[in-house]
């Protein structure tokens, strides 16, 4: 039988899994979930056999469930291949204290990768399941780093096109070559004269113009979204927990059965949600070491039950866990709340109107699970030195918060379960801030000479994403004001063949 996606915020709000995908969010601005969390089949030494790839088939099958064998293993196969640059996707490589799984060998360095690489083809696959001829159009503002690996993800995809928005003055001069240099006839990078909100504002008024949706239609396009809170972001996420316990199996590190840990550096709490959901699929696993950088909204909820953004926004070394709002915790609110919709949208309501709310005595079991703490900027930087020092191992500013949390972790607690740190970013994609950390003196070099000093110090051999953008061409040179944004999507789409300025 299918399993049914229900909202976070309407308990009569139903959906297949191709329609949750293609939806993205649910009405009222819920988030689907799925109606129970499915159990893993058969035996973990038997998935210790397994590739990347099959255990991913064996994960995502039980979510997916109105996917075909070959609707599902089409879209596993496309994703998971040359565009990550190991055979096995993901490496587990133990180094100190811990096991650090590499999560970015895909085309972004990243870990979002992992994800933005398989969901154009569920995006694609969910459109054909539901009779929906339209081209996909992926439009997305961006302040850097998701731009460029959704388009990573869906350059070249058949039945899909990009547009990515971001403000021409407002990300790193390295972020924007990232882009601009993008190849792919689908993709459009479109430069924008004013900041982030600007973008922001722009694409959601898009995404909310019925005139402009019919307008689409009529050419055979429809907008859809990337976005983080998508389950077919989430669902391939899950995946690389049980590849890592497999791996570990298979490698005789633990027996079958004996329980792990793992630590995450968390933005959006969406990796580590993914975490919890292998748990409760049945994977062996002790606590979920939640880590955040100074923006510690997550430490302090988890510490006291009551989530605050009304606080100082930090920027930080980690500037993708830099994040007040974490998205994804609404689903854990939701499980935590007895999956009531009811009691889950008054919280939410409070955070939007209040910016705040505290969950019941009752509800906070359900977070024992999760241990939480966080780092400084100065604890981070050590991090990366004491690592490097002790092991030669150079890690990216995001997992040095994971590392440092799990060191403040062992000092609590004393636990000997065995660990695996997850590494969201090669130390290539920060190398500014890594340098930094690791050799000061350096700081008056530009930052290519910095990748160069970065390969002379790990031996790591230098990303084809940091190589590219040396010597890539730029393909995208269109800036615009705000108000002509629709105007761009217009004529990316080839509604419109000039705009008058
Ligand atoms: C997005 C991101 C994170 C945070 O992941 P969430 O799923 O948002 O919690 C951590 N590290 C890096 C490098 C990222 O890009």
Redesign the pocket.
């Known amino acids: 039988m299918d399993l049914i996606y229900r909202s976070t915020r309407d308990k009569n709000e139903t959906a297949t899994a191709s329609e949750a995908i293609l939806r993205g969010l649910a009405g009222q601005g819920g988030l689907y979930v799925p109606d129970r969390i499915p159990k893993l089949e058969g035996s973990l030494t038997r998935l210790s056999k397994m590739s990347y790839q099959e255990i991913a088939y064996e994960v995502m099958k039980l979510y997916l469930t109105d996917f075909t064998e070959d609707e599902l293993r089409y879209c596993i196969d496309s994703a998971y291949d040359e565009k990550f640059d190991t055979p096995s996707i993901a490496e587990l490589v133990k180094k100190d204290n811990a096991w650090y799984l590499e999560l970015f060998h895909g085309a972004t360095i990243?870990?979002?990768d992992m994800a933005l690489s398989i969901l154009p083809y569920l995006l694609t696959t969910s459109a054909k399941k539901n009779n929906i001829s339209n081209e996909i159009v992926i439009l997305t503002a961006t302040s850097g780093?998701?731009g460029k690996a959704a388009l990573a993800g869906f350059a070249d995809v058949e039945g899909t096109s990009i547009i990515v928005f971001y403000p021409k003055d407002g990300v790193s001069p390295i972020q924007e070559r990232q882009m601009v240099t993008q190849r792919g006839d689908n993709t459009h990078v479109i430069g924008i004269r004013g900041n982030f909100d600007d973008a922001q504002t722009g694409v959601k008024k898009m995404f909310s113009d019925p005139e402009l949706a019919r307008e689409l239609d009529a050419a055979g396009y429809q907008f859809s979204s990337a976005n983080?809170i998508n389950i077919g972001r989430l669902v391939p996420?899950i995946v690389y927990y049980v590849y890592t316990y497999a791996n570990l199996l298979s490698r005789g590190e633990i027996k079958e059965g004996e329980r792990i840990n793992f630590v995450?550096?968390?933005?959006?709490?969406?990796?580590?949600?993914a975490a919890w959901y292998a748990k409760k699929m049945g994977l062996p696993v002790a606590k979920l070491i939640c880590a955040s950088n100074e923006n510690k909204v997550l430490f302090d909820f988890f510490r006291t039950g009551c989530y605050d953004r009304n606080r100082k926004f930090i920027l930080t070394s980690?500037p993708?866990?830099d994040?007040l709002i974490?998205s994804?915790l609404e689903r854990l609110i939701y499980e935590a709340a007895g999956r009531d919709a009811e009691k889950n949208l008054a919280f939410m309501k409070q955070l939007s109107d209040q910016g705040s709310y505290t969950v019941t005595e009752e509800m906070k079991e359900a977070f024992s699970d999760f241990y939480g703490n966080y780092a400084s900027e100065e604890e981070t930087a050590d991090r990366i030195r004491d690592l490097y020092e002790k092991t030669g191992y150079i890690i990216?500013t995001?997992t040095a918060v994971a590392s440092a949390v799990y060191n403040k972790y062992l000092e609590e607690t004393g636990d000997t379960t065995r660990t695996v740190i997850a590494s969201?970013?090669s130390p290539y994609?920060f190398t500014r801030s890594v340098m930094q950390a690791v050799e000061p003196s350096l700081s008056g070099q530009s930052d290519f000479e910095l990748v160069d000093q970065l390969y002379r110090l790990s031996g790591v051999k230098i990303p084809a994403a940091i190589e590219d953008i040396r010597t890539a061409p730029v393909l995208h040179d269109t800036v615009c004001d705000k108000e002509d944004m629709c105007s761009e999507v217009k004529r990316a789409c080839g509604i419109i063949d000039t705009i008058h300025v």
Not at 264 to 273: K, S
């Open positions: 990243a870990f979002k780093d998701t983080s996420q995450v550096p968390t933005g959006n709490f969406g990796n580590i949600l980690s993708s866990m994040i974490s994804n990216d995001h969201t970013a994609k």
